[in-house]
């Protein structure tokens, strides 16, 4: 992941800057995953579509993203729209679909652990117009996380007030609900895709 250290603000429009690991009013995130329910390609050439989708996806780790979710053969051609969505389906099990650990440090210095599991329903698209697809050319989809954006808007009076479960900052659905929807509020800043070549 990128930016996985930023500031934790007094006021939240001064959150989410990129800090140092472990900075005071700060919160660095050290493992986590993601669990994507399916992952879908389409490209549109004329009246013709191709389409891949794949739904037995391995668990990601977010620190460690260097997993590829499979390769698909194009027909050579240029296609109006080439399409790609990642979805995150909310879990019925006790296992969320987005878990988060890590370290927020208070301004004086301490260190609580946190913990964030985001069980929500999520889909990420990306698309790429006028794309030339030949035989020597390989076009990559690259997901980008950008785990500063989950504490936009999120200040310290936010991560400071809350309820601790056995030393920890608890965060999900039931633990600390209206800090949970301020960080379920930041999913869609959370990763960028894009395609390269």
Same mark, same amino acid.
């Given at each position: ?25 700060? +919160?660095?995130? $050290?493992?986590? &995953? ?9 490209? @549109?050439?004329?009246? #013709?579509?191709?389409? &891949?989708?794949? #739904? ?8 460690? +993203?260097?997993?590829?979710?499979? @390769? ?6 240029? &296609?109006?729209?080439?399409?790609? @969505? +990642?979805?995150?389906? @909310?879990? #019925? ?45 390989? &076009?990559?989809? +690259? ?5 500063? $954006? ?11 007030? $809350? ?35």
């Amino acid at each position: 992941p990128n930016n996985f250290t930023a500031s934790v603000g007094s006021m939240a429009s001064t959150s989410g800057a990129v800090v140092t690991v472990n900075a005071n009013s700060s +919160l660095t995130w $050290t493992s986590g &995953y993601i669990q994507l329910s399916e992952i879908k390609l389409e490209a @549109k050439k004329d009246k #013709t579509e191709v389409e &891949y989708k794949s #739904t037995d996806l391995p668990k990601l780790d977010l620190f460690n +993203l260097s997993t590829a979710f499979g @390769k698909v053969a194009i027909p050579d051609g240029t &296609y109006e729209e080439v399409e790609l @969505k +990642l979805e995150m389906k @909310k879990s #019925t099990t006790s296992e969320a679909p987005l878990f988060l650990k890590g370290t927020y440090t208070e301004a004086s210095g301490t260190r609580i652990p946190v913990e964030l599991s985001l069980n929500e329903d999520f889909e990420l698209e990306v698309e790429a117009k006028n794309v030339v697809v030949s035989g020597s050319t390989d &076009y990559v989809a +690259l997901l980008n996380v950008q785990l500063n $954006t989950f504490l936009n808007n999120i200040s310290a009076g936010d991560l400071g007030n $809350t309820t601790r479960t056995n030393g920890v900052i608890v965060i999900n659905s039931t633990t600390n609900a209206a800090l949970y929807n301020k960080f379920k509020a930041n999913i869609k800043a959370f990763g960028k895709c894009e395609f390269d070549h």
